[in-house]
């Protein structure tokens, strides 16, 4: 199943040897979705994962009382499957607002391919100016900055 990455770079551009660049897979995450308030604090998303731990307290304390099982755990399983779903974009938004700038938008089966497909398409220097050629990747897609959409649950590569 093809996943897409987006790939972010560092505030006042790319490092010589990339080290910063990050790459995000967009797609519903198991452990947000498992452990939401601890996975937004882990990413350092500290006003989600207060908020986080806030409702999921309340949810719990709802399905104690006689009557409100139901909305207690609607409460904690909806704020799960928010984070599930949409934390990856929180993420995002969160390095964005900091000054990360997206770089590249990338169909692979695994992080591995994506980076392989990223990396192949950078010019490197050889150190006398003279620009070594990258080798051309068949193997996946990449999407230039601006030419995709999102479309919440719907895949960047076009896909329904």
Not at 17 to 46: M, N, S, Y
Not at 95 to 103: E, F, R, T, V, Y
């Given at each position: 199943m093809t996943s897409s990455y987006l790939v972010l770079t560092a505030?006042?551009?790319?490092?010589?040897?990339?080290?910063?660049?990050?790459?995000?897979?967009?797609?519903?995450?198991?452990?947000?979705?498992?452990?939401?308030?601890i996975w937004l604090a882990v990413h350092r998303l500290w006003l989600y994962a207060v908020a986080a731990f806030l409702?999921?307290?309340?949810g719990g304390a709802l399905m104690d009382q006689s009557g409100l099982w139901l909305v207690g755990f609607a409460v904690t399983f909806g704020t799960s499957l928010l984070v599930g779903l949409e934390g990856q974009n929180l993420r995002v938004r969160n390095l964005a607002s900091k000054g990360w700038q997206d770089d590249a938008l990338i169909?692979?089966?695994?992080?591995?391919?994506?980076?392989?497909?990223?990396?192949?398409?950078?010019q490197t220097d050889l150190g006398d100016g003279t620009p070594l050629p990258s080798p051309k990747w068949d193997g996946g897609s990449r999407t230039e900055r601006g030419t995709a959409t999102s479309l919440g649950l719907f895949g960047f590569d076009g896909g329904r």
């Amino acid at each position: 199943m093809t996943s897409s990455y987006l790939v972010l770079t560092a505030p006042g551009g790319t490092d010589i040897k990339h080290e910063k660049t990050r790459f995000i897979r967009d797609g519903f995450t198991v452990l947000g979705f498992l452990f939401p308030w601890i996975w937004l604090a882990v990413h350092r998303l500290w006003l989600y994962a207060v908020a986080a731990f806030l409702l999921q307290s309340i949810g719990g304390a709802l399905m104690d009382q006689s009557g409100l099982w139901l909305v207690g755990f609607a409460v904690t399983f909806g704020t799960s499957l928010l984070v599930g779903l949409e934390g990856q974009n929180l993420r995002v938004r969160n390095l964005a607002s900091k000054g990360w700038q997206d770089d590249a938008l990338i169909s692979a089966d695994r992080l591995d391919v994506a980076e392989e497909i990223y990396f192949s398409e950078i010019q490197t220097d050889l150190g006398d100016g003279t620009p070594l050629p990258s080798p051309k990747w068949d193997g996946g897609s990449r999407t230039e900055r601006g030419t995709a959409t999102s479309l919440g649950l719907f895949g960047f590569d076009g896909g329904r």
